[in-house]
């Protein structure tokens, strides 16, 4: 147990929790300044015309803009299991963890160099910027349970998601400084590239000074390569599916929920925009309430996974999302119910943020739990391929979403398309009351290689 441990043990431990936490806060950058709030209305309006004579005249750059998140999405599917039974079988998980971090911040970097009408230049470094992004998680969330007991991983998981929100606010921040979305002011919206990649390398480094390899005494045998033990493992681990049936049904539950995510993350502030027509003001105090509502919704719900269990939690986040999808369905009904009940002039705009609070929460206590419930189901001698196949689930989930969400919104209103996160969260939940929580720890347990 973690409290039995000697000084000189929990402090090399909060260390590397601590190492842990930041590459969360590191890589938030490029999460929230790309994908979510800033690059992605670059794209969508500035980088690919818009057509006037359509009703959503940004139609095409919201498909691109979803299609190039989605082909990223699929090479990590292809390399994810993989990538995560090497790293298991030759203690490379730093490694691996330090290489898409460089990917990452190199490409990022480079969307300085996009500018207006170069559509296909901006698409690719996107794909790559979070092929490298997406990578990133999969192994550092394979840390995970060697940081702590089984009991706290929800706790170290919550302080991570949380932690990185602050990171997002700082790098937004700083993104903010380069002024109005307009061509006109274009050669100053070319930094949030360099921007966020200069983040993302700084916050970084605590990561690599203080997280240390798990060290598995596996051996290697000198006549087997690593690319063949890595391709052994991973059907191995297929072939042990049903040993850990809990695990399976769960990541079918969160195949799901990511493709909600997925579309949520990439299309919230898009949909803001151009279906709630949010402006300046708007963003900048929704995207404050979503980074702190989402790290005390990551932190609160990773005390209480610990108090009530992952499945338990994991639930009520989904509920919570139906509930957001209902409310921002319905916004200006409701809006204009409010106003006449209460004597209130609200605005629609200002309504839709109050709900994206809520938003905030659940999205962060969400991915929080679904780590921390992976983690609870996962051997620590397969930690790497589980999280890969963390990865697998919630990376062709996205690519799925991110396809079917592109082309629904060009034969149906943007509105009409957000639909389709509302069932996907219903779906996950349906799923998700087939999983027996305590029999997955206890596979987890008694596995043996």
Known sequence: MTHDLSPERKKSRNLQIFGWCMFDFANSSYTTVIISVVYCEIFTQLIVPSDPNSVNPFQHGNSLWAWALAISYLFVVLTGPLFGAITDYSSTKKLFLFLSYVGCVVATFALYYVNPGMIWLGFVLVAISNFFFASGENFASSFLPFLGEKEDLGKISGYAWGIGYFGGIGSVVLATTLGDYTLSNFENLKLVGPYTAVFFMLAAIPTFIFLKEPKLPMGHPSNISFLKEGIRRVVTTLKDASHFRDLMVYLVSLFFTMAALAIVISFAFIYGSQEIHIEAQHKQVMFIFIQISAALGALAFGVIQDNIGAKKTFNLTLVLWLAVCGLIYIVADLTQFFNSVLGTSWTVQWVFVAISSLAGMGLGSTQSASRAMVGIFSPESKSGEFFGMWGLSGKIAAAAGLFLFG???????????????????????????????????????????
């Open 407 to 449: 082309f629904i919104q060009t034969i149906v209103s943007l509105k009409n398309a957000f639909l389709v996160v509302a069932l996907f969260y219903l779906i996950s939940l349906l799923i998700n009351l087939l999983v027996d929580e305590e029999r997955g720890i206890k596979a987890a347990q008694e596995f043996k290689e």
